[in-house]
């Protein structure tokens, strides 16, 4: 009985002593796991043979780094002066940016930036200003959880001088001709005229080809080959701020202008028929008599672009040098002047020639109308529309008279650029 009784308890030791050992091995292999998975397998290796156990490696601090443009900037550091519109750039290294801190040393505005969505790197989003001086903080946390703070400091450039450039058409016309050239008038000389050119971007919708050509140190026009087609939208942007335009000279601003082209209309002035053809859109829409000049003031042949018009203006030869008493001389009050060039040239009312219009020329090199036609046509032309003068016995008009940049071919257009 006792026997029988005892056995189970015989037979029960021994399983729980294997359990216990069992359970032993179990912990022992998660820890070697867990030792392998910690301190990599050479290191287990050791420990399994008895041999040295190494540290695990620390992990690193955060590595911040600030470029200004090219230039990476350096504690304590004085760099050279930089290019303001140089971009502003901080990353990090083994963490994440806790704070950046761009800071106008005069104003003590911060300068605008963006943080990148993994707090890795920033960037500002305006431009720094022409001799500045900025103090540049930042604040990094590493992957060994340390607080990293870097601090620099920077300065820009100061030109000797700073140009700023105006447009024609300008920002308030609202629509032009197709003849309207883009114009960018510098209020400084331009050395390096490529500098400027690259500086300066035109897109017109739909594309047409175009080019620039210089009229002085300080003038660019911008045409197509052809005459804008109606209904075009032209965008002209000059992008100078920060742009070396040799010399000491640096662009001041950015700016830009949206150009909206109207309808087509041309006028075709002939000084042998006498005869002034009205296309609107390419199609015929009026003809009328004319009067150009005379022999001994012929009017300019080859495209005029209308620059301006008003109602009634004085007329008056002694602003060419035909004064008082000299022969030729006149001063009257003209109506409805249309002016097609720098020279004096108008298309405008002349009642005094109606008897001559459509039959000889005896103008002071405008082109007279009827009052009547005269006012048709002050009615429907504006800033931008072409007149054609062809058979007038005149030179051409010259290429920098105003709006001259159609008398020139495409070819002799392109070599006036400096790109």
């Given at each position: 009985?006792?026997?029988?009784?005892?056995?189970?308890?015989?037979?029960?030791?021994?399983?729980?002593?294997?359990?216990?050992?069992?359970?032993?091995?179990?912990?022992?292999?998660?820890?070697?796991?867990?030792?392998?998975?910690?301190?990599?397998?050479?290191?287990?290796?050791?420990?399994?043979?008895?041999?040295?156990?190494?540290?695990?490696?620390?992990?690193?601090?955060?590595?911040?780094?600030?470029l200004a443009g090219t230039v990476a900037l350096q504690p304590g550091a004085?760099?050279?002066?930089?290019?303001?519109?140089?971009?502003?750039?901080?990353?990090?290294?083994?963490?994440?940016?806790r704070s950046v801190l761009v800071t106008d040393a005069k104003s003590g505005?911060?300068?605008?930036?963006?943080?990148?969505?993994?707090?890795?790197?920033?960037?500002?989003?305006?431009?720094?200003?022409?001799?500045?001086?900025?103090?540049?903080?930042?604040?990094?946390?590493?992957?060994?959880?340390?607080?990293?703070?870097?601090?620099?400091?920077?300065?820009?450039?100061?030109?000797?001088?700073?140009?700023?450039?105006?447009?024609?058409?300008?920002?308030?016309?609202?629509?032009?001709?197709?003849?309207?050239?883009?114009?960018?008038?510098?209020?400084?000389?331009?050395?390096?005229?490529?500098?400027?050119?690259?500086?300066?971007?035109?897109?017109?919708?739909?594309?047409?080809?175009?080019?620039?050509?210089?009229?002085?140190?300080?003038?660019?026009?911008?045409?197509?080959?052809?005459?804008?087609?109606?209904?075009?939208?032209?965008?002209?942007?000059?992008?100078?701020?920060?742009?070396?335009?040799?010399?000491?000279?640096?662009?001041?601003?950015?700016?830009?202008?949206?150009?909206?082209?109207?309808?087509?209309?041309?006028?075709?002035?002939?000084?042998?028929?006498?005869?002034?053809?009205?296309?609107?859109?390419?199609?015929?829409?009026?003809?009328?008599?004319?009067?150009?000049?005379?022999?001994?003031?012929?009017?300019?042949?080859?495209?005029?672009?209308?620059?301006?018009?008003?109602?009634?203006?004085?007329?008056?030869?002694?602003?060419?040098?035909?004064?008082?008493?000299?022969?030729?001389?006149?001063?009257?009050?003209?109506?409805?002047?249309?002016?097609?060039?720098?020279?004096?040239?108008?298309?405008?009312?002349?009642?005094?020639?109606?008897?001559?219009?459509?039959?000889?020329?005896?103008?002071?090199?405008?082109?007279?109308?009827?009052?009547?036609?005269?006012?048709?046509?002050?009615?429907?032309?504006?800033?931008?529309?072409?007149?054609?003068?062809?058979?007038?016995?005149?030179?051409?008009?010259?290429?920098?008279?105003?709006?001259?940049?159609?008398?020139?071919?495409?070819?002799?257009?392109?070599?006036?650029?400096?790109?």
């Amino acid at each position: 009985m006792s026997a029988g009784a005892g056995a189970p308890q015989l037979t029960g030791a021994p399983h729980r002593l294997g359990a216990a050992a069992l359970g032993l091995a179990t912990v022992l292999i998660a820890t070697m796991a867990l030792a392998t998975a910690t301190w990599g397998p050479v290191t287990v290796n050791r420990m399994l043979a008895g041999g040295p156990v190494a540290a695990p490696p620390p992990l690193p601090a955060a590595l911040v780094s600030v470029l200004a443009g090219t230039v990476a900037l350096q504690p304590g550091a004085v760099p050279d002066p930089i290019n303001p519109r140089a971009p502003l750039s901080v990353a990090v290294q083994h963490g994440t940016l806790r704070s950046v801190l761009v800071t106008d040393a005069k104003s003590g505005q911060p300068v605008p930036g963006t943080l990148a969505p993994d707090a890795a790197s920033w960037h500002n989003t305006a431009p720094l200003t022409y001799g500045g001086s900025y103090r540049v903080t930042v604040s990094a946390l590493g992957a060994d959880q340390q607080v990293v703070e870097q601090n620099s400091t920077l300065s820009t450039i100061k030109p000797a001088v700073l140009t700023s450039a105006s447009f024609r058409p300008t920002p308030t016309m609202t629509s032009v001709g197709v003849g309207q050239p883009l114009v960018v008038r510098f209020n400084h000389p331009v050395k390096d005229k490529a500098a400027a050119e690259r500086a300066l971007t035109v897109t017109s919708t739909p594309a047409q080809p175009g080019s620039w050509f210089w009229m002085s140190t300080s003038e660019a026009h911008y045409r197509p080959q052809a005459y804008w087609q109606s209904g075009s939208t032209i965008q002209l942007d000059a992008n100078l701020f920060g742009v070396d335009l040799g010399g000491g000279t640096f662009g001041q601003a950015d700016r830009g202008v949206t150009v909206h082209v109207h309808d087509s209309w041309v006028a075709k002035a002939d000084g042998r028929s006498k005869v002034m053809q009205i296309f609107h859109n390419g199609g015929l829409v009026k003809s009328m008599p004319i009067s150009l000049g005379s022999p001994a003031h012929p009017s300019h042949n080859g495209p005029h672009v209308v620059s301006d018009k008003v109602p009634t203006m004085v007329m008056d030869s002694c602003t060419y040098g035909v004064c008082e008493g000299d022969p030729g001389y006149y001063k009257e009050k003209v109506d409805l002047d249309v002016r097609i060039s720098n020279d004096g040239e108008f298309v405008h009312s002349a009642p005094w020639s109606v008897g001559q219009q459509g039959s000889s020329n005896v103008s002071h090199g405008c082109v007279n109308l009827s009052p009547a036609n005269a006012r048709w046509f002050f009615d429907h032309f504006t800033i931008g529309d072409i007149v054609e003068i062809t058979n007038s016995g005149g030179p051409k008009l010259p290429i920098w008279d105003t709006y001259g940049d159609w008398g020139a071919s495409w070819d002799e257009w392109q070599a006036g650029g400096a790109t």
